[in-house]
């Protein structure tokens, strides 16, 4: 019996009462909407349609090919889907990711305005795109999906129009049928693309329209609008007409010419799908006869029935399953058959409409349907699981009869599931003659006539006769065990309750009336009860509270099992055991998600389940191992409920979850593999050589980009992605991350978009999660380069760099060039003022010395005491000058003696007292190196004695390894040594350091009120 049926039954027992309108109105929307939220078959896991808001351009679809790397491509004309009008034939080419539309540009002028575009898949995975026009000949192009490669395959001679009736693709061989000057010819079309003709074909009125050409070992079987189906000889002759008495057919005045409308391979023989028949047929190529198949039309079931005849009603996907269809009104039947599995087959219901085109990689897993302007993709249940109320939080559950079970959900009333047909109908009760809904049930008890149950307020008995409902308001009720004669519950902040079903009252079973409950069961002849103080324990009047190495807060629901007693769960994952002989909870299992846990069961084959509010868990206890199932396995909701599990007398086991109601049996659960990898189907990115952004969509192209480089000028990109590959058409979700920064989802379905993308290097990685966030598959990633300005860059900065350095070594280079120029000028003028010194002094002596000598000679000889005495005045002071221009005493004895000699002068001659400790340094030095020691020390002490105002000084030489330290000290009144440095005026310190460096040394003045020292460092 059907939701409707079942539902104006109901109806039925209601209009037993006086007529209600209200109820006969409410009665009627609540069955039109259960009928539109039955539309779908038990059998659809997902059922998605995609139009021109999603992408999809082609309005008239023609064509649903796989390609070989599994991506649907669909071609077609463009129509304007919102005035449902076409618009000038523009053929259009797309290919579908299954979140993303990709078009392709065609070679065509739009001018050609086809009204066919169709596309056939060749073996080796290229494509054939065939254009027909009313108006021009025909075009044939061969299409590379991969690299979107067009190359043209000439079929017309000679300027002779020629139409394509039809292209038929068998394994390896391409046949194809034209149209030229009224004449119908098949050809074979070789692996060069050029045609080899076999031979006409019989044709009435001029152009053909071709259903079926296929191609056996000595004949071709042909079928044609109007000569009908004819078996000709490889040379063309005619063998056989077929007519209606060959599919054993009586034939009647006007009927229709045979067609063999859909043709498809299953196992190992064509079956053939008659137009306008509901047979299918098997062809015996070696007799050439028809035979009925094994195979059957879906035929008529429930509202489907089979008289509307559509453009394709039979496919085969990859694996060679087929789907046939049959249609009427907005209602379609699939019916698919799985090779060599005997009885294996699914009827599915789908709600659509005028279905043009159907293709499927794999019948077992998903199938998309081609509507006018729309694209619809059913998945199928693949799983174990079946789901019903999926609109609906499940929170009780109980048999009714049969095959059939009553369900109490959280809001929305009483249904009843038949767990062999598959459905779910509404369980209506009323209340006075009015509806009444039943809310956040949390048990069901049939007895022979009656069901107890609760609503928010009470208990609740409802006549199984009258659908009648008599309430008893009290308490809103938590948790409920049926207990005989009697139910006992419990509520919030309220004492533990019973409810007396013969006298219908409520009595308060504890004295502790403060119980916040949270579930009940009754084990081992007591009643316990998990509560926020703890776990509560009640039995003929006794009660107490039971300690537990539980935390109060922490506790959650309770389930008995046979042989292992109470079973304890936790808000935080864990399960604890408790046995009759041993009241001490054990602890049996904790989630490693620390989810909440619902409720617990165990099958057959000893395994644990839990119910969890995130999956189902199954735990092996003897081998410690668990596995987590979710929604991608065929489940409902990954939350599932409290009060919502029953374990059926032949296994099978009911889930309520907070949508949906899961029906399976525990050896039949099994995880999905979903496998699969994230692959790249389109990239934009701004092109600084064309100015505008370019994008990338060829599929060869794409799967080659592993790094992208973005301008400085515009770091635009947009990437979209999809998965492929996967094993099971699971709902995936996406997420990305840059570098090694936090996992953020991908909002948009399969796409990325980066406005400007700050400069760097990055690593973006794509991945895919399922239901649970976990990961799977293959990621993707790429490398990117948002390359930044010159100027901001390491580069720039090293330019910068090095064009500093470069500047800076050219005027430090001049400026030591320069104080080279400058050194050697000075040494140079050094140098030449003592050779003049000593050609002023060996002339002074050798000239002037001789004529005074001479002068003071003729003095003597006169006695002219007065000239005498002038004559050796003047000789003495040239011998001074002479000395002091080049001391000889230097050459003749040495530069110790020469110092001691010049120190013995200046302390006889001035009244300042020097004194001295020398070291013997002679033969150190080179003869020019002595002189010009021996004039820095002279400077140095003629400055003493000129400018210093000192009473003492000293002078020391020491000679240490490898160096000559001499130290000139004074007790004056010192100097600024920087201000005179700086002034430009003090030749003499500007001398001394000329003289220093000549030598290779280092010169050190201290100078203070307490005197000068001059300390000098010569390396020797």
Same mark, same amino acid.
Request: glycine share 6%; net charge negative.
């Given at each position: 019996m059907g939701?409707?049926?079942?539902?104006?039954?109901?109806?039925?027992?209601?209009?037993?009462?006086?007529?209600?309108?209200?109820?006969?109105?409410?009665?009627?929307?609540?069955?039109?909407?259960?009928?539109?939220?039955?539309?779908?078959?038990?059998?659809?896991?997902?059922?998605?349609?995609?139009?021109?808001?999603?992408?999809?351009?082609?309005?008239?679809?023609?064509?649903?090919?796989?390609?070989?790397?599994?991506?649907?491509?669909?071609?077609?004309?463009?129509?304007?889907?919102?005035?449902?009008?076409?618009?000038?034939?523009?053929?259009?080419?797309?290919?579908?990711?299954?979140?993303?539309?990709?078009?392709?540009?065609l070679p065509i002028s739009e001018d050609i305005s086809p009204n066919i575009f169709i596309l056939n898949k060749r073996a080796d995975g290229l494509f054939y795109l065939r254009f027909s026009s009313a108006r021009t000949s025909d075009y044939l192009y061969l299409f590379n999906p991969s690299s979107f490669e067009f190359q043209q395959i000439p079929i017309s001679n000679k300027g002779i129009d020629v139409k394509i009736s039809n292209l038929f693709v068998q394994g390896n061989t391409t046949f194809i049928a034209l149209d030229t000057a009224g004449e119908t010819y098949l050809y074979l079309l070789n692996e060069d693309l050029s045609l080899h003709r076999l031979f006409r074909l019989r044709t009435e009125g001029g152009e053909s329209y071709l259903y079926q050409v296929i191609s056996f070992e000595n004949h071709f079987l042909v079928s044609e609008a109007r000569t009908g189906i004819i078996a000709y000889a490889l040379n063309g002759e005619i063998i056989k007409e077929f007519d209606y008495e060959d599919f054993s057919f009586e034939k009647t005045d006007n009927q229709e010419v045979l067609a063999l409308a859909d043709c498809f391979w299953f196992e190992e023989a064509f079956e053939f799908v008659l137009k306008s028949e509901k047979e299918i047929y098997r062809y015996n190529d070696q007799n050439m006869t028809w035979s009925k198949s094994n195979l059957t039309k879906p035929g008529k079931t429930g509202v489907v029935k089979n008289n509307l005849y559509q453009k394709l009603n039979a496919i085969n996907d990859s694996f060679g399953n087929i789907a046939l269809l049959d249609a009427t009104g907005d209602q379609v039947l699939i019916k698919r058959e799985f090779i060599n599995q005997v009885n294996q087959k699914s009827n599915t219901i789908v709600k659509v409409n005028n279905i043009t085109n159907m293709a499927s990689q794999n019948l077992k897993k998903e199938l998309y349907l081609a509507q006018l302007g729309r694209?619809?993709?059913?998945?199928?249940?693949?799983?174990?699981?079946?789901?019903?109320?999926?609109?609906?939080?499940?929170?009780?559950?109980?048999?009714?009869?049969?095959?059939?079970?009553?369900?109490?959900?959280?809001?929305?009333?009483?249904?009843?599931?038949?767990?062999?047909?598959?459905?779910?109908?509404?369980?209506?009760?009323?209340?006075?003659?009015?509806?009444?809904s039943a809310s956040e049930v949390r048990g069901l008890f049939i007895s022979e006539n009656n069901i107890w149950t609760n609503y928010n307020e009470g208990v609740l008995l409802i006549d199984l006769a009258t659908h009648e409902v008599e309430r008893f308001r009290h308490y809103p009720i938590s948790a409920m065990v049926d207990d005989g004669d009697r139910i006992v519950y419990g509520a919030a902040t309220f004492p533990l309750m019973e409810f007396d079903k013969v006298n219908k009252v409520n009595r308060p079973l504890s004295v502790n009336d403060s119980l916040v409950i949270m579930d009940l069961a009754k084990f081992g002849g007591s009643f316990y009860a998990t509560t926020k103080n703890g776990l509560f324990t009640f039995k003929d009047g006794n009660e107490a509270f039971i300690d537990i190495p539980v935390e109060p807060d922490k506790l959650m629901m309770l389930d008995v099992i046979d042989e292992y007693g109470l079973m304890i769960t936790t808000s935080?994952?864990?399960?604890?055991?408790?046995?009759?002989?041993?009241?001490?909870?054990?602890?049996?299992?904790?989630?490693?998600?620390?989810?909440?846990?619902?409720?617990?069961?165990?099958?057959?084959?000893?395994?644990?389940?839990?119910?969890?509010?995130?999956?189902?868990?199954?735990?092996?206890?003897?081998?410690?191992?668990?596995?987590?199932?979710?929604?991608?396995?065929?489940?409902?909701?990954?939350?599932?409920?409290?009060?919502?599990?029953?374990?059926?007398?032949?296994?099978?086991?009911?889930?309520?979850?907070?949508?949906?109601?899961?029906?399976?049996?525990?050896?039949?659960?099994?995880?999905?593999?979903?496998?699969?990898?994230?692959?790249?189907?389109?990239?934009?990115?701004?092109?600084?050589?064309?100015?505008?952004?370019?994008?990338?969509?060829?599929?060869?192209?794409?799967?080659?980009?592993?790094?992208?480089?973005?301008?400085?000028?515009?770091?635009?990109?947009?990437?979209?992605?999809?998965?492929?590959?996967?094993?099971?058409?699971?709902?995936?979700?996406?997420?990305?991350?840059?570098?090694?920064?936090?996992?953020?989802?991908?909002?948009?379905?399969?796409?990325?978009?980066?406005?400007?993308?700050?400069?760097?290097?990055?690593?973006?990685?794509?991945?895919?999660?399922?239901?649970?966030?976990?990961?799977?598959? !293959? *990621?993707?990633?790429?490398?990117?380069? #948002?390359?930044?300005?010159?100027? @901001?860059? &390491?580069?720039?900065? /090293?330019?910068?760099?090095?064009?500093?350095?470069?500047?800076?070594?050219?005027?430090?280079?001049?400026?030591?060039?320069?104080?080279?120029?400058?050194?050697?000028?000075s040494r140079t003028l050094l140098k030449v003022q003592e050779e003049e010194r000593m050609r002023i002094s060996r002339d002074l002596h050798d000239s002037v010395g001789q004529q005074l000598i001479l002068l003071k000679n003729q003095a003597n000889a006169s006695?002219? !005491? *007065?000239?005498?005495?002038?004559?050796? #005045?003047?000789?003495?002071?040239? @011998?001074? &000058?002479?000395?002091? /221009?080049?001391?000889v005493v230097l050459s003749r004895l040495g530069l110790t003696a020469a110092l001691e000699e010049l120190i013995r002068k200046l302390d006889e001659n001035t009244e300042v007292f020097f004194s001295t400790e020398l070291e013997n340094i002679d033969g150190i030095f080179k003869e020019d190196e002595e002189l010009n020691l021996y004039r820095i020390i002279q400077e140095a002490l003629n400055n003493i004695v000129k400018h210093a105002n000192a009473a003492s000084a000293r002078l020391s030489i020491e000679h240490t390894k490898g160096k000559i330290l001499i130290n000139i000290q004074d007790n004056g009144r010192g100097f600024v040594v920087e201000q005179e440095q700086q002034s430009g005026t003090s030749l003499g310190l500007k001398t001394l350091q000329e003289r220093i460096a000549m030598l290779n040394g280092k010169v050190n003045i201290v100078s203070g009120e307490t005197g000068t020292i001059i300390s000098l460092i010569i390396p020797k």
């Open positions: 939701i409707a049926q079942q539902t104006f039954v109901a109806l039925g027992l209601y209009l037993r009462t006086p007529f209600k309108p209200f109820l006969c109105i409410w009665l009627l929307l609540a069955t039109s909407s259960l009928l539109g939220q039955n539309k779908q078959d038990q059998g659809i896991l997902a059922f998605n349609t995609y139009d021109a808001k999603d992408g999809l351009e082609v309005g008239d679809i023609h064509s649903l090919v796989y390609d070989n790397n599994g991506w649907l491509w669909i071609s077609g004309l463009e129509s304007d889907l919102g005035a449902s009008a076409f618009l000038q034939n523009i053929p259009k080419l797309q290919w579908f990711d299954g979140y993303n539309f990709h078009s392709v540009s694209l619809v993709h059913i998945v199928f249940k693949n799983t174990g699981v079946h789901n019903f109320l999926e609109g609906f939080s499940v929170r009780s559950i109980t048999h009714y009869k049969e095959s059939k079970y009553l369900v109490g959900t959280e809001v929305g009333g009483l249904y009843l599931i038949d767990v062999d047909d598959k459905t779910e109908e509404p369980f209506p009760i009323f209340m006075n003659g009015q509806p009444f935080d994952g864990r399960v604890y055991q408790m046995s009759n002989e041993n009241k001490e909870p054990v602890l049996l299992y904790t989630d490693p998600a620390t989810s909440p846990i619902a409720s617990v069961f165990k099958d057959e084959q000893s395994n644990f389940w839990f119910a969890t509010f995130s999956g189902l868990i199954k735990y092996n206890p003897q081998t410690q191992t668990s596995e987590r199932y979710v929604e991608d396995d065929g489940f409902s909701n990954n939350e599932f409920n409290r009060y919502s599990m029953l374990q059926t007398a032949d296994g099978g086991v009911f889930l309520g979850a907070i949508r949906g109601l899961n029906f399976f049996y525990p050896t039949e659960v099994r995880k999905i593999e979903k496998g699969g990898r994230v692959v790249l189907t389109s990239l934009t990115y701004f092109d600084i050589k064309t100015n505008a952004n370019t994008n990338i969509t060829a599929l060869g192209n794409l799967a080659q980009v592993k790094n992208i480089s973005l301008p400085a000028e515009n770091k635009f990109l947009k990437i979209q992605m999809a998965p492929n590959g996967l094993t099971q058409p699971v709902k995936v979700n996406m997420e990305f991350r840059l570098n090694n920064s936090e996992w953020l989802p991908i909002k948009q379905p399969g796409e990325i978009q980066f406005d400007n993308l700050a400069a760097g290097q990055y690593r973006l990685a794509v991945r895919m999660v399922d239901s649970e966030g976990l990961a799977f598959g !293959e *990621e993707l990633e790429l490398r990117i380069h #948002a390359q930044e300005f010159f100027y @901001r860059t &390491i580069w720039f900065l /090293l330019l910068c760099g090095l064009l500093i350095i470069t500047i800076s070594y050219y005027f430090i280079r001049q400026a030591n060039k320069a104080k080279r120029l400058e050194q050697h000028y006695k002219n !005491e *007065e000239i005498i005495k002038n004559v050796s #005045a003047t000789l003495d002071e040239v @011998r001074s &000058i002479t000395k002091n /221009l080049h001391p």
